[in-house]
């Protein structure tokens, strides 16, 4: 009899465990959810927790913005390359985010408009998300 419990009690270790969907077991931290610029622009950089993670999707304010995914080596021998397809990389006529493993590198252009310039990184992580704002001021 105790055998039999014995049995019964490793085929209940030995059991793969689930996840409920949409779980969410290492975070993804970052170290800034917001990066502010002055109209003359300039360069921040936020830390990522984890270096497994890439970039989902964004929403922006100005028109002409484009996610750069595609197999450059020129830019891939000198910035982080996610795998030999993915460029990590966002580029509009004013801003520019890069990414290497664990950091994010944001540049920022003058801002010679009468608005605010806004911008939204999301980034994933297996089941989790994050992500920042980018915002402009007015000239």
Known sequence: MKFLLVL????????PRSEPAGYCGHPL??????????????????????????????DLSEHG????????????SNNYCHNNSDIMKFQCS??????????????????ETNQERYFWVDM???NCHSGFSIT???E
Do not use: H, M
Request: glycine share 6%.
């Open 124 to 126: 994933q992580a297996g």
């Open 29 to 58: 931290e970052i170290s800034k959810d917001t990066l502010s610029f002055s109209a003359q622009g300039g360069i921040d950089s936020v830390f990522v927790s984890n270096s497994f993670w890439r970039f989902t999707g964004y």
């Open 94 to 111: 004013w801003l520019e985010v890069k990414a290497r493993p664990q950091s994010i590198f944001v540049s920022v252009t003058q801002n």
């Open 8 to 15: 019964f009690l490793l085929f209940l270790n030995a059991c």
């Open 65 to 76: 913005c484009e996610k750069i995914f595609g197999y450059d080596s020129d830019y891939c």
């Open 136 to 138: 402009q001021s007015a």
